[in-house]
Structures are given as structure tokens and as C-alpha cells.
């Protein structure tokens, strides 16, 4: 499998010093695997902390900025990142007001988010956890108990940043990222596999014609595979299973999720059935997002996630965000 | 080869409709496949349309808005659109000040602008054209005579929308696109050829372990095949052939493309050998942008755009633009 790269060991570290130079706003320890807002720590202001595994970009390194993540720390490829790094990313970003950790669910995640608390706090840094667990093809997957934290990463990351931005207190910041989770459903698909640079070769086999419903963002089996559907099969399926999940009767906003090699030019058609899944299901949208945000290197395939919002959740995805994966004005 | 669609046949009017679903500011025009901004016509104001073949996404409905362009129209795959899909979107934007053309130098493109240029001017529109020719690969490649058009369309539309956004006229607004164009040049590399939905198959062959070097975004054949190279390697070509050919003295704007099924984590990678490049020749970078903005479908490779520029041009470069593929603020 051909990649542009030069050797698998340093593809973390290139992309961190490729990062450095394309966003100056963000000060990119390359050496300690840190990405921090170059205005941190902002006094007065809660800290959001994210970090996981690589290879899932823009996610999470692409999200540090005014009114999402104060701070970053990508792991190895598809493999957490060390306690001294997410303990290291806390201590830039503090102001005194504490700091949020955002933990995808994996048990390398959780364990090691769970160890830099008791690093930060020893270090007299208040802290908080969300564990994000919205993927409900499966429950106990490969790498996780329970339910994997997937798409509404993004929801989580750019709600409570916006919470943190306005000078909510840690509490608050915390039960809003709580809340965000718990409204939020995600149903992925693959259509090909994902290659890792450690590797060189597919992470699963999937036969020409066929798909995986309910895929995870490192390739760990979904629900079922099945012959090849179109679009509008694809969408009524996901959208089936998380309306039946997620019950919305409230507005939702709706991710329609790239998982890194289907053209956005696909993605925009697959939106198109999602709307209309929803619609004739009775679901009443907000505001959707269509790209690649949370990605599986080159796996080709989609991800859709739903969080059901009130007006303050909408008040707060709505605030102004400037990253370099996420980014509107007023 | 699996794709996330409904039939080859609809594919860019189910774009179109999830495009219509995911931009509210943003006017859809799906049976006549014309994208316009909601606000259009801007009164006072230069308006900018272009458009081409479908596949390039977000490249050229993605760069409709606020700051860029007034309208886009899409082709089918690969396939320039036809003349009144130009003129119908030069009638939707022009406030009277005229339209300018942002052409890529494809044939089919030339000569149907052409072709709208007098019926939109047969309706009392005043038109000017702009051709982008700044791909060094090769010239008079498949389906162009001279120079094939690419990266630096992305930075024409941007600098030039900028221009239009601030009320010049016309005949400023397109000296300004001319020396835009005049003054970038791109180079890009395939891993890995896409594959259309008409087609089902791969448009051209790429045995493993080569690469095409200077790949036209449709797939078109470039300079040679080389057994693969490293993210280095490629970056030192790339930079090579663009300093040689363009000769920057002013800063420039690198624009750091996907191709399509290129992970980002790969164009960090090889942004950071391309810094390293242009470095060692003594270029001065004033900005940098990567990510997938002119895309080949689900193509893998990259390219690289270098634009010169002055203090006019940077100012226009970092004006505020507000397009679903392209957006910040003051």
C-alpha cells in the first residue's frame, strides 16, 4: 500500500511539525506530542483537553482553538496517548479554573485520561472527565466496554468549548459535556478498509461488493455485513437505528461524517438521503455538517450522528469557533 | 468499485441536493445546476462565477459565499457544464457591475465560457474571463491546450472574490485574477488513480510501488512514473520544478492539496517536507494551507501550489471569506 510518508515511525512527528507550519495560532510541542492554543492558558476560562489515538485528523489536534479545545495530545496511530502527555497538555492550559478532559471510550483512553487526572491534581490542577460513548452499532468492540466513542466527539468538543469560552465554571462545562453525549448517537459504514503506516496492508478484509454496517473509526467490526446497498439503503438503515436509540423530539444536528477516502462529492449525495430518512421519520434538523471530521485514515465509508439539542445547545454550537478543522464567526 | 451512491446517473443532483440541505446561505438551483449565494446580487459589487466537471469538490460550490465566488456551476463528473448553466448563474449575480469568469484551461471549459460570455453579454451583462493555466506538469495534456488548470484556481477565486467583496471594478477585479494566476504555479503526484461512478473502474492504471508524477486532476498522465518515493523525496521534486519554473522573490502562499483519499495526517506529513523544501531554496512562506480543496475524486496524492505575492495580494489573501470549503474572519 502506498503512502505519503517517509518512514512509519515518524508519521505522527511529520504531521506535528506540518501542523506547526500551516497553523501559527497553535503552539505545537512536536517533541512532547502536545498541540495547545497559542492564548493559553485564558484567564478566567475552564481548559478542554482532548486526545487519542492518530490518524482520525482533523479530530482532535484540528479542533484546538478560540471556543473548542484548548489543547491536544495525539498518540501513536490508532493508539492512546500517554498520561505525561495529556498531564503535560493540562498544566499549558489551566488558568486556575480547571481543566475538562474529552475521552473517547477505548480502554487504552480511558485508563490512561484516568492516570493524568491523578497527575494534575497532584499537581494542584482541578479537573473533570466526559467519557464519549455514542456509537451504538456495538457494545463491548474491540478496544472498548461499552459503547465507542466516535462522531460526537466533535459535538462534545465544540459545545462545551463554547461553554468554557463564555466562562462557564468547570461544573457547568462538565454537565454540558455530559448532556452532549448522552443526546448524541453515532452509525457508521465501511465500504473499504484502512491501512495503517505500521502495518502497509488493509486492517480488515472486506470482499469487493460487500459492506460493514456499524464499522468503528479503527476498523473494529460493525453490526453485520452485507452486499453492497446504494445511499439511500445506507441512510435508511443508519437513520433507522438511531432514531430507534435516540427517540429525538427535539431538533437535532446531524453529522455526516467522511471516514477519509469517499469523495465529499459522495458524502453531499449520502446527506441528501440522510435529510429525507429523516424527514419522513419525523426528525426536525438544526443545522447540519458534511466532511470529513472524524476519520479512519483511508477508509472509504461514512458515519452519521445525531444530537438532539435545546436552544442552549444551539445557542452554544452556534458561538463562534476558530480551528483549523472547525471554524465560523458571528 | 464500491461508492456511496444511488445510481452514476444522479450522482451530481443528489450532491446538489445535500449540498442545498447542509448550506442555508447558500441558493441551490438543483435542476438547473447553478449555486448561488443567498444575498446575490450584491448591490454594487463585481460578481465572480466559475465552475467546471463535478469531482473536484469542494472545488467550485464550495467556494461560493461571502469573499469568493458569486455562483459555481457544476458539470457532471469530469465534464465541463454547458453554456446556459453559465449564463443563467452571470444573470442570478450580476448587480449591474459585471461578472467576472474564473475558467480552468480544459477545453470543454473554454470553449462553453466562451459561449456563455456572449449570451450573458447578449442579455446586457458585461463579462471578463480570467484562464487558470498553472499546471507545470506538462502541457497540452488530454482535454488542454497549454497548461492544465488546478490548485491556483482555489487561490484566483480567493484573492479575486476579496477584490470584488471590497466594491473594485471590474477591469480591477480581473488584473487582479490575471496576476494571480500568472503568478502561481502547481505540480501534483498520484499514489493511486480514482475511479468515476460512470466508469466503476479506475481511470488509469497505477501498478504498486509506483507514482505518477505531475497527475492532472482528472487522472490525465504527467511527466514520468517513478518507483515510489518517500513524503521527502516527492516534496524535493515538487518544490524543485515550482521554484525553477516560478522563481519566487516575494513570499508566497503554499497551498498543500489532497487529492482526495489522502489522509490528512499524510498532507501534514508531507506539508512539513515542503516547509523543509521551500526553506533550504530560500522561499519566504507567508501563509499555508492544507487539506483537500481540488480534489480527484478518491484519488491518492497530493499537490503543491505556489502563488507570489505582494502586500495587495496578501491583504486580499486574509480578507474575511465565509464559503463551506474556505472560511475565517477578521
Same mark, same amino acid.
Given at each position: 500500500?502506498?503512502?505519503?510518508?517517509?518512514?512509519?515511525?515518524?508519521?505522527?512527528?511529520?504531521?506535528?511539525?506540518?501542523?506547526?507550519?500551516?497553523?501559527?495560532?497553535?503552539?505545537?510541542?512536536?517533541?512532547?506530542?502536545?498541540?495547545?492554543?497559542?492564548?493559553?492558558?485564558?484567564?478566567?476560562?475552564?481548559?478542554?483537553?482532548? %486526545?487519542?489515538?492518530?490518524?482520525?485528523?482533523?479530530?482532535?489536534? $484540528?479542533?484546538?482553538?478560540?471556543g473548542?479545545?484548548?489543547?491536544?495530545?495525539?498518540?501513536?496511530?490508532?493508539?492512546?496517548?500517554?498520561?505525561?502527555?495529556?498531564?503535560?497538555?493540562?498544566?499549558?492550559?489551566?488558568? %486556575?479554573?480547571?481543566?475538562?478532559?474529552?475521552?473517547?471510550?477505548?480502554?487504552?483512553?480511558?485508563?490512561?485520561?484516568?492516570?493524568?487526572?491523578?497527575?494534575?491534581?497532584?499537581?494542584?490542577?482541578?479537573?473533570?472527565?466526559?467519557?464519549?460513548?455514542?456509537?451504538?452499532?456495538?457494545?463491548?468492540?474491540?478496544?472498548?466496554?461499552?459503547?465507542?466513542?466516535?462522531?460526537?466527539?466533535?459535538?462534545?468538543?465544540k459545545?462545551? %468549548?463554547a461553554?468554557?469560552d463564555e466562562?462557564?465554571?468547570?461544573?457547568?462545562?462538565?454537565?454540558?459535556?455530559?448532556?452532549?453525549?448522552?443526546?448524541?448517537?453515532?452509525?457508521?459504514?465501511?465500504?473499504?478498509?484502512?491501512?495503517?503506516?505500521?502495518?502497509?496492508?488493509?486492517?480488515?478484509?472486506?470482499?469487493?461488493?460487500?459492506?460493514?454496517?456499524?464499522?468503528?473509526?479503527?476498523?473494529?467490526? $460493525?453490526?453485520?455485513?452485507?452486499?453492497?446497498?446504494?445511499?439511500?439503503?445506507?441512510?435508511?438503515?443508519?437513520?433507522?437505528?438511531?432514531?430507534?436509540?435516540?427517540?429525538?423530539?427535539?431538533?437535532?444536528?446531524?453529522?455526516?461524517?467522511?471516514?477519509?477516502?469517499?469523495?465529499?462529492?459522495?458524502?453531499? %449525495?449520502?446527506?441528501?438521503?440522510?435529510?429525507?430518512?429523516?424527514?419522513?421519520?419525523?426528525?426536525?434538523?438544526?443545522?447540519?455538517?458534511? $466532511?470529513?471530521?472524524?476519520?479512519?485514515?483511508?477508509?472509504?465509508?461514512?458515519?452519521?450522528?445525531?444530537?438532539?439539542?435545546?436552544?442552549?445547545?444551539?445557542r452554544l454550537w452556534e458561538a463562534p469557533v476558530?480551528?483549523?478543522?472547525?471554524?465560523?464567526?458571528r
Amino acid at each position: 500500500m502506498k503512502m505519503l510518508i517517509n518512514v512509519p515511525e515518524t508519521v505522527v512527528a511529520d504531521a506535528l511539525r506540518g501542523m506547526a507550519a500551516a497553523h501559527p495560532h497553535l503552539t505545537v510541542d512536536v517533541e512532547n506530542r502536545v498541540i495547545v492554543r497559542r492564548d493559553a492558558p485564558v484567564e478566567g476560562k475552564v481548559a478542554l483537553v482532548s %486526545g487519542g489515538g492518530s490518524g482520525h485528523e482533523p479530530l482532535h489536534g $484540528g479542533f484546538v482553538g478560540p471556543g473548542m479545545l484548548s489543547a491536544a495530545c495525539p498518540g501513536e496511530v490508532f493508539t492512546s496517548p500517554v498520561p505525561d502527555q495529556m498531564a503535560r497538555a493540562a498544566a499549558a492550559v489551566d488558568s %486556575g479554573q480547571g481543566v475538562l478532559f474529552v475521552v473517547k471510550n477505548y480502554t487504552g483512553d480511558v485508563l490512561n485520561f484516568r492516570m493524568a487526572e491523578e497527575l494534575a491534581e497532584d499537581e494542584g490542577i482541578q479537573v473533570a472527565s466526559v467519557l464519549v460513548d455514542d456509537d451504538i452499532a456495538v457494545t463491548d468492540s474491540l478496544f472498548t466496554a461499552g459503547r465507542r466513542g466516535t462522531g460526537a466527539t466533535l459535538f462534545v468538543e465544540k459545545i462545551a %468549548g463554547a461553554a468554557a469560552d463564555e466562562g462557564a465554571p468547570l461544573e457547568r462545562v462538565e454537565s454540558i459535556a455530559r448532556q452532549v453525549n448522552e443526546s448524541s448517537r453515532s452509525f457508521g459504514v465501511a465500504l473499504a478498509p484502512c491501512t495503517t503506516p505500521a502495518k502497509g496492508s488493509p486492517t480488515f478484509d472486506l470482499p469487493p461488493g460487500e459492506l460493514e454496517l456499524g464499522i468503528g473509526i479503527h476498523g473494529e467490526p $460493525g453490526r453485520e455485513r452485507r452486499a453492497m446497498m446504494t445511499s439511500r439503503e445506507i441512510a435508511d438503515f443508519a437513520v433507522d437505528a438511531l432514531v430507534t436509540d435516540l427517540r429525538p423530539d427535539n431538533p437535532v444536528l446531524v453529522l455526516v461524517n467522511g471516514m477519509g477516502a469517499t469523495p465529499l462529492l459522495e458524502l453531499y %449525495g449520502f446527506n441528501a438521503e440522510v435529510q429525507r430518512a429523516l424527514g419522513e421519520r419525523g426528525v426536525v434538523v438544526a443545522h447540519t455538517l458534511v $466532511g470529513n471530521y472524524v476519520t479512519s485514515l483511508d477508509m472509504a465509508g461514512c458515519s452519521v450522528t445525531l444530537c438532539r439539542i435545546d436552544e442552549e445547545l444551539l445557542r452554544l454550537w452556534e458561538a463562534p469557533v476558530e480551528t483549523p478543522g472547525l471554524r465560523w464567526g458571528r
